[in-house]
């Protein structure tokens, strides 16, 4: 039997390079090995996003559009919306009772958050729970592996820990004790050099149309130091070069001889760079626009994915019902 894997992406907004970079890459290639059950995270994008909800409904069939155009293939994973499945909420419920709120106001995430948000009012009651229903996604499918950020590790250690207390409690071994799966690849910066995110507005979204990458490549730092085309540059420092790395590695030592021999301008650097970006998108925007011509086939697939999604979440409430008495 194939071990299980279970991740997701809360919806809030268009999903980028970083996204594809960092996550969607590592899932395709998961779930020919895995299990693979992928989610969108809508009532976590709901916790914080509450007040200003008017694009959630696109930025769900966004996500997973994007998801599947990059090869997510629904015959082979389980792709489902959090919300479509209520034994989330129920299993939320049920932790939430027999976690300890130290262990949540405690929590680095929710810390950080607390301390750098201030656009919002995160000072809930569901918002401090947040790591809670993230255990209960993780563990109502009995997941062995996550694949998830650095940042994310201190939730899968507050999933471990509620899956114990749970089964301490019970006096059953429900729930496996579920290890992240840390992305290999090297972090993407932003167009900026800082970390690539949507609230910094230094994003190539997986959308973006080949005009706006070409402006968009063409308009990031390069080496400060190297003014004139016959300045010698400093690859190493330099945030295009290090997207040579990810995207033409194939021809990342000549580019790193060129830039230190000034062989060649950042102008020229640049635009090649963009045109392998737009290269590399093309198939996924191709795919993109079929998918988005066909709803009905669309929502087929969320329909199934909830179907088999839910098979396994009734399963397991089932035992989890039992085990407490309820
Ligand atoms: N908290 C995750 C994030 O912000 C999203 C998420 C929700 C998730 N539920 C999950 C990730 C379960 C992995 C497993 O990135
Ligand atoms: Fe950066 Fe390329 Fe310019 Fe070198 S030539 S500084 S790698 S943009």
């Known amino acids: ?53 008017a694009e959630l409904p696109e930025n769900i069939i966004d996500n997973v559009v994007d998801w599947l155009s990059v090869g997510i293939d629904p015959d082979k994973s389980t792709v489902f919306i959090q919300s479509h499945i209520p034994e989330h909420a129920e299993l939320h419920v049920i932790f939430s009772c027999i976690t300890p709120l130290g262990l949540l106001e405690r929590c680095p995430t929710y810390k950080e958050q607390m301390r750098e948000v201030k656009a919002r009012n995160l000072n809930t009651y569901g918002f401090l729970g947040y790591p809670v229903l993230q255990a209960a996604d993780i563990l109502l499918y009995k997941s062995d592996k996550v694949p998830v950020g650095q940042d994310q590790l201190p939730h899968l250690e507050l999933t471990r820990q509620v899956a114990r207390l749970f089964n301490n409690l019970s006096k059953k071994e429900i729930f496996p004790f579920p290890d992240a799966i840390l992305t290999k690849t090297p972090k993407l910066l932003g167009l900026d050099g800082r970390k690539m995110s949507k609230s910094y507005l230094n994003t190539i979204n997986l959308s973006d149309s080949p005009e706006v990458i070409m402006r968009k490549v063409s308009a990031m730092f390069t080496d400060p130091k190297r003014i004139k085309l016959s300045d010698k540059g400093h690859p190493d420092t330099c945030n295009v070069f290090s997207y040579y790395s990810v995207f033409m590695p194939q021809i990342k030592n000549e580019v790193y001889d060129w830039c230190l021999d000034a062989k060649k301008g950042c102008t020229e650097c640049k635009k090649m760079l963009a045109l392998a970006i737009i290269e590399k998108l093309a198939p996924i925007q191709e795919k993109r626009k079929s998918l988005l ?19 396994v979440a009734s399963g397991t409430m089932k035992e989890v019902r039992k085990a407490v008495n309820l």
């Open 293 to 311: 011509k066909d709803k009905a086939a669309l929502k087929k697939i969320l329909d199934e994915g909830a179907k088999k999604a839910a098979g």
């Open 1 to 53: 039997m194939k071990k299980r894997i279970l991740s997701g992406m809360r919806p809030t907004g268009k999903l980028h390079l970083g996204h594809l970079v960092g996550a969607l890459d590592n899932w395709v290639k998961l779930q020919e090995e895995y299990d693979c059950f992928f989610m969108v995270a809508d009532w976590h994008a709901f916790m914080s996003e509450y007040e200003n909800t």
